[in-house]
């Protein structure tokens, strides 16, 4: 059977993040690092949404599509510049995928749909944006928190904390709630909570 064109994005989007050389070890294997996040992402999205549409499978699974093509290092060390970084990554990672999805044949009302929720537009406003930033949240606190937490001071930890908390929407906390955090993350979690 032929495979459709939801399948053949997804294959494709994979195809990319597989040539990260960038590797992530998980369970003793190594992974091309943004191969393994977007399966994740995908993961997570059908726990949180099983629904979900199939713009929003695809802009889950696209978040950080090649996106070590362009280095943190090549824009300055500051705020602004990590915020730069942050929006040129964001329309790389659009494009990338837009490119995929007229491809394959998709409409340019779907390539569009998939375009902003990537770039995470009218989060708060538009539910399938607020989705994939309650996922992209929920990803990185269950698998990339505690690694994170051990890397920085409690103070830092605490303030990421409550900048991501504040990113998500009431489904998204009581999903966030029902995580395994080690004693010490779940004592962080509980004072940036406070």
């Known amino acids: 059977m032929k495979p459709t064109r939801f399948e053949t994005a997804i294959a494709l989007i994979d195809q990319k993040n597989s040539k990260d050389p960038n590797t992530y070890e998980s369970n003793g294997l190594s992974f091309p690092k943004e191969l393994l996040y977007s399966q994740r992402m995908s993961q997570k999205l059908l726990q949180f949404k099983p629904n979900a549409s199939r713009a929003l499978q695809i802009a889950a699974r696209a978040q950080h599509i090649c996106r070590w093509e362009i280095g943190r290092k090549e824009y300055p060390m500051d705020r602004i510049g990590y915020l730069k970084w942050r929006e040129t990554l964001k329309k790389m990672h659009a494009e990338i995928t837009t490119d995929i999805l007229k491809d394959v044949g998709y409409e340019e009302e779907f390539t569009k749909r998939v375009s902003?929720?990537?770039?995470?537009?009218?989060?708060?406003?538009?539910?399938?944006?607020?989705?994939?930033?309650?996922?992209?949240?929920?990803?990185f606190l269950d698998y990339y928190f505690e690694e994170f937490a051990a890397k920085?001071?409690?103070?830092?930890?605490?303030?990421?904390?409550?900048?991501?908390w504040k990113k998500m929407s009431k489904n998204g906390h009581a999903e966030a709630l029902k995580l395994k955090f080690s004693e010490k993350s779940l004592s962080l979690v509980k004072q940036a909570l406070a």
């Open 152 to 164: 920085h001071t409690d103070e830092k930890v605490i303030d990421i904390l409550q900048k991501t």
């Open 116 to 139: 902003i929720l990537i770039n995470k537009k009218l989060i708060k406003k538009n539910e399938e944006s607020q989705i994939i930033e309650d996922v992209i949240c929920l990803v």
